[in-house]
């Protein structure tokens, strides 16, 4: 097996080992008040929405995790199937690593296989070139790419890049790449500058990705000689780095510790127009099986749109007017910012 394949294995085994159902986050530090008299039923159609102009059953997807090793093409044929039976759109993990490993292929496209009409979603890093990009693109039939901006990741692992002059590169992405392009973090949370910074070069959808879910500190510390766990710390929290993303005004998603309809339907309250999750739905799947997962986001489709009712909602585009209120310490953070 490839340094590279090993590693996206130990990627799915440590977030295997450091998620826990209960650990806390932004999203608990964030509130949204209900009426008592909602005036309102419930709908799953009010869950539909378009996605890169395709029908979707929902407005949450299954985020970019894996491809590239045998492991990793069980499961993105899992996700493919469970995408494509619930009508939700799929992101794969990054693709880069066929630039040098071209065999690892099939890993990818399993997912485009069992998903030929839904939406898929391909993932990059920074540093890869417009055509490497495309040709990504174009194998992998995709609706959209990602392009994942993961610093921290890659400076607390022992191989990880050490340059991270990523602009004139997006620049080049930006205007060779024939689908949209999602500007994504990995877990660490886009701040406001670099949002800002991109959306004045064209940049439109951002994943802003923040902390509290998966810690790519944490798990690229567990594969390091050294202690970094230092690090572990350093992301922006996905209420914070979302609300910083509606003050610039762009389309975003918002992902990093979804755990539940709930945290979906906070996310959609900061106005995320789609919500990503992944170490939620991976370790349903990897410990039970694909059936399973299957029908936890079948429960999820029932369960938001049960939410929505109870919220008084009848119609997506106007969650974002649901009131909400935030405890002292996520407000505190907010007033500085
Ligand atoms: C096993 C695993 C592998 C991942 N690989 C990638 C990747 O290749 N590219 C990427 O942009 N994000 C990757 N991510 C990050 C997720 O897409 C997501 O941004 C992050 O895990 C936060 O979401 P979560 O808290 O719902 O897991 C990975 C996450 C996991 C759990």
Redesign the pocket.
């Known amino acids: 097996m490839s340094i590279r394949s090993k590693r996206k294995d130990e ?2 085994k440590l ?1 295997e080992k450091f998620y826990s159902q209960k650990k806390i986050n932004s999203f608990d530090e964030m509130h949204i008040i209900r009426p008592a008299l909602p005036e309102a039923s419930v709908s799953k159609t009010i869950l539909r929405t378009k996605m890169f102009g395709k029908d979707l059953a929902a407005p949450f997807f299954i ?4 491809g590239g090793s045998q492991k990793a093409y069980a499961i993105n044929q899992s996700l493919g199937k469970i995408a494509s039976k619930t009508q939700i759109a799929l ?1 794969l ?2 693709a880069s690593i066929l630039i040098k490993e071209h065999d690892q292929l099939d890993s990818f496209i399993v997912a485009r296989e069992e998903n030929p009409e839904g939406v898929i979603i391909a ?1 990059v890093n920074a540093a890869t070139s417009a055509n490497d990009a495309q040709k990504i693109v174009s194998e992998l039939k995709a609706d959209a790419l ?1 392009i ?1 901006l ?1 610093a921290v990741q890659e400076i607390a692992m022992p191989e990880g890049e050490r340059k991270f002059y990523w602009l004139d590169n997006l620049r080049k992405l930006r205007q060779q790449i024939t689908v949209p392009l999602v500007i ?4 660490f949370g886009l701040d406001r500058a670099t949002i800002h910074l991109l959306k004045n070069e064209g940049f439109s959808l951002f ?1 802003i ?1 923040g902390s ?3 810690n ?1 500190a944490q798990i690229e510390n567990a594969r390091n000689q050294s202690d970094l766990s230092y690090l572990e710390t350093v992301g922006l929290p996905t209420v914070i780095s979302a609300i910083m993303a509606k003050k610039e005004k762009v389309d975003f998603i918002v ?4 755990r539940n309809p709930l945290d979906v339907l906070k996310a959609l309250c900061l106005g995320g127009k789609y919500v ?5 739905f ?1 370790q349903v799947l990897i410990k039970n099986d694909a059936d399973t997962l299957l029908q936890m986001i079948l429960n999820w489709q029932k369960e938001l749109a049960g939410l929505l009712a109870i919220y008084g909602q009848t119609d997506l585009q106007t969650v974002s007017s649901i009131p909400k209120y935030y405890d002292l310490q996520l407000q505190n953070w907010l007033q500085q910012l």
Do not use: P, Y
Request: glycine share 20%.
């Open positions: 990627h799915i977030a985020n970019a995790m894996t992101a993990g990054s993932n990602q994942h993961n994504k973090e990995v877990g994943d990705a509290g879910g998966t790519f992902s990093g510790g979804i990503g999750i992944a170490n939620t991976l």
